[in-house]
């Protein structure tokens, strides 16, 4: 009969890390107003960049974690299907060509996530998180301004993504040739206005 080996002390100490990674992120949970919260997005022309689109997509749901004041993690998830224009028109032939196999291909992939990673406090508060796209995972960084005060969180963000890292790929100049004044920037820009409370 074999005599099992003591664990070594090397595995008492992954096993306390292991308990230490898994605990919950932070002990002040603020739900976000999905009615009052909403992301914009605007893209245009490559050459032409004061020809475009702009227009908003709501947040489903989310939820933003604090801990002694200040932000240290959270999700937030985003409908494709309410993409509307700038005039919050839902029911036209650009909202109809965004939410196609072209661009968010939005009847396979309804909805987008945001999970944050990290935040680092300093001059600026900059946030970075996993951005998923139609199925699609990315890590990206961007400032905010944030307040918090009486139970409400009040943030707002802008970042500038490429949406070919996302797979959306219609009329880029990096995967089309001769597209010429018809080349659609890779860039886009999104918005971010979050209210949420405790």
């Known amino acids: 009969m074999k005599l099992l080996k003591k664990p070594s002390p090397v595995f008492f100490l992954l096993a306390a890390g292991c308990l230490i990674s898994s605990r919950p992120v932070g002990n002040e949970k603020y739900v976000v107003n999905t009615y009052e919260s909403i992301v914009t997005w605007k893209g245009y022309k490559a050459f032409v960049?004061?020809?475009?689109?702009?227009?908003?997509?709501?947040i489903s749901k989310g939820e933003l974690m604090m801990e002694k004041g200040q932000l240290v993690g959270g999700t937030v998830e985003v409908d494709m299907n309410t993409l509307a224009d700038e005039f919050h028109r839902r029911n036209n032939n650009l909202i109809s060509h965004l939410k196609s196999p072209d661009f968010f291909d939005v009847e396979k992939f309804p909805i987008a996530t945001f999970a944050i990673t990290q935040v680092a406090y300093g001059e600026n508060i900059n946030i970075t998180g996993d951005l998923t796209i139609k199925?699609?995972?990315?890590?990206?960084?961007?400032?905010?301004?944030?307040?918090?005060?009486?139970?409400?969180?009040?943030?707002?963000?802008?970042?500038?993504?490429?949406?070919?890292?996302?797979?959306?790929?219609?009329?880029?100049?990096?995967?089309?040739?001769?597209?010429?004044?018809?080349?659609?920037?890779d860039d886009i820009e999104f918005g971010m206005k979050i209210i949420a409370k405790k």
Do not use: C
Not at 143 to 148: L, N
Not at 151 to 169: E, H, P
């Open 135 to 185: 199925g699609i995972t990315h890590a990206i960084t961007f400032p905010v301004q944030m307040e918090v005060k009486d139970g409400l969180l009040t943030a707002n963000g802008n970042v500038i993504i490429d949406r070919t890292k996302w797979d959306v790929r219609y009329r880029s100049g990096k995967f089309y040739d001769d597209l010429a004044d018809k080349t659609i920037s």
């Open 49 to 58: 960049p004061d020809q475009g689109h702009s227009g908003y997509v709501s």
